[in-house]
């Protein structure tokens, strides 16, 4: 199983930008599906965005289609989610996942979690 490790969260105002990282050790992401979630205070865990291993696409909620981006670094065994035009609903702490299955946006398919990173945007 891979492990992953968040960073890269923390505070910030409305209309700022913030990029997460999520490292991976142990066996690489390379073939897997990788995905991030996030859940919000009193709320359920919400998928935000997967990069498919079937197809190699990326898919986004449409909560943060046009302004956040994910992309991965095989090399750094490191996957990325640069979040812009940040609002004070995308306040939450933010998983990275990873899947065998080819392709899913439900939480109850990712087998590996990271720890998770807290975000806060104050408006």
């Known amino acids: 199983q891979v492990q992953l490790v968040e960073s890269g969260g923390g505070l910030v105002q409305a209309g700022g930008s913030l990029r997460l990282s999520c490292a991976a050790s142990g066996r690489t992401f390379t073939g897997k599906t990788m995905g991030w979630f996030r859940q919000a205070p009193g709320k359920e865990r919400e998928f935000v965005v997967v990069f498919t291993r079937s197809d190699g696409w990326t898919y986004y909620a449409d909560s943060v289609k046009g302004r956040f981006t994910i992309s991965r670094v095989n090399a750094e065994n490191t996957v990325y989610l640069q979040m812009n035009s940040l609002k004070p609903e995308d306040t939450a702490v933010y998983y990275c996942?990873?899947?065998?299955?080819?392709?899913?946006?439900?939480?109850?398919?990712?087998?590996?979690w990271g720890q998770g990173t807290q975000v806060t945007v104050s408006s």
């Open positions: 996942a990873a899947s065998e299955r080819s392709s899913s946006f439900k939480s109850v398919d990712f087998g590996s």
